[in-house]
T-cell receptor
Framework: DTGVSQDPRHKITKRGQNVTFRCDPI?????LYWYRQTLGQGPEFLTY????????KSRLLSDRFSAERPKGSFSTLEIQRTEQGDSAMYLC?????????????FGSGTRLTVV | GEDVEQSLFLSVREGDSSVINCTYT??????LYWYKQEPGAGLQLLTY?????DMKQDQRLTVLLNKKDKHLSLRIADTQTGDSAIYFC??????????FGSGTRLQVQP
């Protein structure tokens, strides 16, 4: 297992288009998290899953955003009707239980640019 | 509430020690982490400290935790040019994932 994988690495889209990102976590991790990071800021929590259940969503996750983890393995994050303010790095992380001494393992992120 | 603050920038000379500071407000934090982010990359876990510890040393890294003042620091001994990056502290209260600071950019001058 090579860690947390995210695809694509970069996405440029026109305003109003829909985009979908994928995250493949470490296989034995049952928790999966999505964060958003804008320039000069730390990552901000968006949502997390324990197995296939979406347990919490941030108020940052507007109704244009939806995340799924259908089989408790990979996850997708979809943004509908993208806006320029959605431009950011979207990071996925996974953990076993609640982090603890192993922390949370992050992927390299998907950089979204909305033009 | 949860709020993590860090100074924005630190510049040191190669071979010197670097000290990056962080303050947090949630006294129920269980673990506190330090992550490193290089340009265009994700976050790499450097080290952590459990809330009942005062200090943790891991090779060139020393983490100090002052729970009374809610202050966390990361000391990097013998700083190298490869240590140039953005360093984030993050708190884990066990309720929801991690809350990150805005990051400290460390610049190491040769």
């Amino acid at each position: 297992d090579t860690g947390v994988s995210q695809d694509p690495r970069h996405k440029i889209t026109k305003r109003g288009q829909n985009v979908t990102f994928r995250c493949d976590p470490i296989s034995e991790h049952n928790r999966l998290y999505w964060y958003r990071q804008t320039l000069g800021q730390g990552p901000e929590f968006l949502t997390y899953f324990q197995n296939e259940a979406q347990l919490e969503k941030s108020r940052l996750l507007s109704d244009r955003f939806s995340a799924e983890r259908p089989k408790g393995s990979f996850s997708t994050l979809e943004i509908q009707r993208t806006e320029q303010g959605d431009s950011a790095m979207y990071l996925c992380a996974s953990s076993n239980r609640a982090g603890g001494v192993y922390g949370y393992t992050f992927g390299s992120g998907t950089r979204l640019t909305v033009v | 509430g949860e709020d993590v603050e860090q100074s924005l920038f630190l510049s040191v000379r190669e071979g010197d020690s670097s000290v990056i500071n962080c303050t947090y407000t949630d006294s129920s934090s269980t673990y506190l982490y330090w992550y490193k982010q290089e340009p265009g990359a994700g976050l790499q876990l450097l080290t952590y400290i459990f809330s009942n510890m005062d200090m943790k040393q891991d090779q060139r890294l020393t983490v100090l935790l002052n729970k009374k003042d809610k202050h966390l620091s990361l000391r990097i001994a013998d700083t190298q040019t490869g240590d140039s990056a953005i360093y984030f502290c993050a708190e884990d209260t066990g309720r929801r994932a991690l809350t990150f600071g805005s990051g400290t950019r460390l610049q190491v001058q040769p």
